[in-house]
C-alpha cells in the first residue's frame, strides 16, 4: 500500500470489506514513497498494527480518508489506541527492525510505488481500483 498515492483509500477500503466478508487472511506491506512523510506514516502503521492488531485495519483506512490532515492522533483517540504506547514504540528500536523488515518486502517484489496484491504468493498485479466481482474470480467464489 502507498499511502499518498491518489487511489489508496479506495482501494484499501474495498479490499478490507472483501477480506472481512470472504474471511480471507490479509497482510499489509507498505511502499515507502517518495513523500517526506512516507517513513513516518509507515512506522505509525506499523506501531499500531504491532501494538493494536485488531484496529490496525480500521486505523489505516481512518488514516487513507484524512492522509492530508496532520492530526492522526485524532484518529487514535477515535479508536481507542493509547498515543503514548505508539508514541513510544515509534521511538524503539524495534521498529527500525520492523520497517526494515517492510521494505525489504517491496524490494524484493521490485514495487517503488502504487498499490499491489499478492495473492496465495504467486499472482501478483497492480491495483488501480477495487472490483468486487475480478477479486471473488482469484478467490474462487
Known amino acids: 500500500l502507498d499511502f499518498y498515492n491518489k487511489d489508496a483509500k479506495e482501494i484499501f477500503k474495498g479490499i478490507t470489506d472483501f477480506v472481512k466478508q470472504n474471511k480471507i487472511d490479509f497482510n499489509v506491506y507498505f ?29 489505516i483506512n481512518k488514516r487513507l480518508e484524512k492522509i492530508d490532515d ?5 484518529i487514535l483517540d477515535d479508536l481507542g489506541i493509547d498515543y503514548k504506547k505508539i508514541k513510544n514504540f515509534v521511538k ?30 504467486n499472482k501478483i498485479f497492480k491495483i488501480f ?12 467464489n
Open 92 to 121: 524503539s528500536k524495534e521498529i527500525e527492525s520492523l520497517l526494515n523488515d517492510n521494505i525489504k518486502v517491496s524490494r524484493e517484489l521490485n514495487i517503488k510505488s502504487g498499490n499491489v496484491i499478492l495473492i496465495n504468493n
Open 70 to 74: 496532520l492530526y492522526w492522533v485524532d
Open 129 to 140: 481500483r477495487f472490483n468486487d466481482k475480478e477479486f471473488k474470480k482469484f478467490f474462487g
Open 31 to 59: 511502499v515507502l514513497s517518495e513523500d517526506k512523510n512516507s517513513k513516518e506514516e509507515i512506522k505509525l502503521a506499523i506501531a499500531v498494527k504491532k501494538l493494536y492488531p485488531a484496529k490496525f485495519l480500521d486505523y
